[in-house]
């Protein structure tokens, strides 16, 4: 396995206790990321340490540490390794519930589980089964960067999924926010009509079928700044639609014949296809910026 892991550890049940590793489920690698230049040499900016009436310090001069009455209290990574946290080294599985008694907004960050070694394979598997033969999932706690997180395990394949939740304390209060919906009944026939179209949109979850947009139409602009164009990406897929709805009566109806026809087809149209923000090696890279010599 050529990916690192990010975390190794011990899972226990009561007396069972075995060696796992913990792989992050999600990868950025494919995204095209934006990075600040100084305009006049195409130079990366660099961000400096600076602290008020000093100046800039070096990277060795820095201490983490904690606000106190007006000063600090260092903190040194020593001190850290040296915590009595448990969980800092050990998923001690204390509760067990079902996956519909979570509710979403509390997931946060995936991780694959896997035996750390061939002595843990037999207490993994049994593990994974008995989890999916309970149809329950595991609750524990973990440290990951400095802190310690909720976490849930459940089967996924022929391995293990761990998932970082929330705290309630982290989570604001949605009646804050839904404070301003007003408490009003909609229109029977406006909700069965939406209930339509929201039917006639219905089906399996299949991530593949969702593409980033955004990500195509920033590779177009940069294929398009290589090429040396210098003005904006014309692309009429991302623009809105002309005209106003009148009402949602006659949008829902309008949607409804849409749907009838195939017109529209929502979130059953095929993806789009990826495009390399590389382009050919033919491309010609006149518009680009390049860097000049600092001397």
């Known amino acids: 396995m050529a990916a690192r892991p990010y975390w190794k550890g011990h899972i226990r049940l009561a007396l069972v206790s075995f060696p796992v590793r913990?792989?992050?489920a999600v990868t950025g690698t494919n995204k095209v990321s934006l990075h600040r230049y100084?305009?006049?040499t195409g130079e990366r900016v660099r961000n400096q340490l600076y602290v008020p009436d000093h100046g800039p310090i070096e990277r060795d001069e820095v201490v983490m540490g904690a606000d106190a009455d007006g000063s600090f209290v260092p903190i040194e990574k020593e001190d850290l390794d040296e915590l009595k946290v448990e969980s800092r080294h050990t998923i001690d599985l204390s509760h067990f519930v079902d996956a519909s008694?979570?509710?979403?907004i509390y997931y946060d960050k995936p991780y694959f589980v896997t035996p750390d070694g061939d002595i843990a394979n037999e207490a993994y598997v049994t593990i994974r089964d008995a989890l999916r033969g309970a149809r329950k999932m595991a609750l524990g706690q973990i440290v990951l960067g400095?802190?310690?997180?909720?976490?849930?395990?459940?089967p996924c394949g022929k391995g293990l999924l761990l998932e970082t939740l929330r705290y309630a304390e982290e989570l604001r209060e949605a009646e804050e926010y839904f404070a301003e919906v007003e408490d009003v009944k909609p229109d029977k026939d406006q909700v069965k009509m939406a209930q339509q179209l929201i039917e006639s949109r219905a089906g399996e979850f299949k991530p593949e079928t969702f593409h980033d947009h955004y990500q195509d139409a920033l590779r177009d602009l940069i294929e398009e700044r290589m090429q040396g164009h210098e003005g904006p990406v014309e692309k009429g897929a991302g623009k809105p639609k002309k005209g106003q709805v009148i009402n949602l009566m006659d949008a829902l109806k309008n949607s409804l014949k849409e749907e009838d026809k195939g017109g529209s087809g929502g979130g059953k149209k095929a993806p789009a296809k990826k495009k390399s923000a590389s382009g050919s090696s033919s491309a010609s890279k006149s518009g680009t910026q390049k860097k000049r010599?600092?001397?």
């Open 22 to 24: 913990l792989y992050a």
């Open 38 to 40: 100084h305009r006049d």
């Open 101 to 104: 008694d979570v509710d979403a």
């Open 146 to 154: 400095g802190k310690e997180h909720i976490v849930a395990i459940r």
């Open 293 to 295: 010599a600092t001397g």
